[in-house]
């Protein structure tokens, strides 16, 4: 008799059940913001990656209203074909000029563009050196390129030096990916050592800054400007919808570079071209960026207020170590940290439960705003000194 190929799904969701790994959506009803409206309640919204609060920003919206009034709503066609306007390269130079590389180009999505430039830059013949905590999007582009993939100990330079020196000699080319700010850790990767590394052993170096652009570094470049690696050659990956508050990913680097992407790049050649709307709102929010530097001050002012209120009222949470505006609160389970965030909700506060397989460990979450209050601060530690009790 034949049997049902299908099946084996609902016995998998059993299992991520029982695990209480079960994911699923939460509707907000408001534009972004410091407030949310999450399914009929107004909390605060600790949950979100809009760092400078830029998401609901009017210039945003205004810009994204003139661009589709102009353009139309999509771009009906990959950039080689019909979906290229004036407004695509004005967006990528303004990248290059806040990244302070010779080029730019920009990809529909940062996941796109970590598929599509892992799998353009290394093939069969070459390795992949990957920090264990990489994101998704960089695990995929890796698979997808084919080639040999060994990860290293998470920022741990001298697992990095080890792998090196036992793989590097046995490939044509190596390349070394790491996110610059871990998004579910909040910590920095080794960058300035990795590139020393990189030098002495002839690597690539991929450095996804999706959540560090707009947010770390002196003119809010990211982790590069930061550590102080401005215009040292390697690849720079992002996204423009975190603190740039709208749509799509970037690559910055050499001329040579982004000229190799525009012809190799699977991810980009075959696919529509970003919107109209969200490429006028990535580049009103660039030139903010670069214009009101108070925004990334008053982000900082939050972070270091918070980390002080935990240690004032909370000195014996768990919190995982991090420099960003991500913070992490660790739990022993998945079903501790759903209760926990559970509770959070129920008291006016969204923070989410991350859960295996997405991290090793389970956590709650804490992203903070330029535009959280000290009152929203407060009201977090009040809550989980009240859960703690």
């Known amino acids: 008799m034949l049997t049902d190929p299908y099946n084996w799904i609902e016995q998998s969701l059993t299992t991520i059940h029982k695990a209480d790994w079960y994911r699923s959506v939460q509707t907000i009803q408001s534009r972004s913001g410091a407030i949310v409206q999450l399914e009929g309640r107004k909390v605060i919204n600790f949950a979100s990656n809009d760092y400078l609060g830029l998401a ?3 210039r945003l919206i205004q ?11 999509g771009s009906t066609g990959s950039r080689l074909l019909s979906g290229h306007r004036q407004l695509h390269r004005e967006l990528e130079n303004a990248i290059a000029s806040l990244k302070q590389t010779e080029d730019a180009i920009v990809f529909s999505s940062g996941y796109l563009a970590n598929l599509g430039t892992i799998a353009a ?3 069969k013949r070459d390795l992949i050196l990957a920090d264990q905590y990489n994101h998704s999007s960089l695990k995929n582009g890796a698979i997808l390129s084919g080639a040999v993939v060994v990860d290293y100990a998470h920022a741990d330079v001298e697992d990095l030096k080890s792998q090196l020196v036992q793989h590097r000699q046995h490939y044509r080319r190596c390349l070394i990916a790491t996110d610059s700010v871990f998004s579910m850790d909040g910590d920095f990767c080794p960058l300035p050592e990795i590139l020393e590394l990189a030098e002495e052993f002839s690597c690539m170096v991929l450095v996804d800054e999706a959540h560090a652009t707009g947010v770390l570094g002196a003119t809010g470049a990211g982790c590069v400007e930061y550590f ?12 423009l919808s975190k603190a740039l508050g709208s749509l799509g990913g970037y690559v910055a680097g050499s001329t040579a570079l982004i000229d190799f992407l525009r012809n190799r790049a699977p991810s980009w050649i075959y696919t529509t071209a970003l919107s109209p709307a969200d490429t006028a709102a990535a580049l009103a929010a660039i030139n903010i960026v670069q214009q009101e530097p108070k925004r990334r001050t008053q982000l900082h002012q939050n972070l270091d207020t918070l980390k002080q209120l935990i ?3 909370l000195p014996h ?3 995982l170590p991090s420099e960003s505006p991500i913070l992490c609160i660790s739990l022993d389970s998945a079903a501790d940290a759903l209760k926990v965030g559970q509770q959070l909700k129920a008291a006016g506060i969204f923070a989410p ?3 295996p397989p997405t ?9 903070v705003m330029a535009t959280h209050e000290l009152a929203h601060l407060e009201k977090l530690v009040d809550v989980l000194s009240a859960i703690a009790r």
């Open 63 to 73: 810009a994204a209203i003139a661009a589709t009034q102009e353009y139309g709503t």
């Open 121 to 123: 830059l290394v093939g």
């Open 311 to 313: 240690a004032q009222k």
């Open 228 to 239: 102080g690696c401005t215009g040292k050659t390697l690849i720079q990956v992002g996204t």
């Open 353 to 355: 439960a991350i859960r």
């Open 317 to 319: 949470l768990k919190l």
């Open 56 to 58: 609901a920003d009017e």
């Open 359 to 367: 991290v090793p460990t389970s956590r709650i979450r804490i992203s």
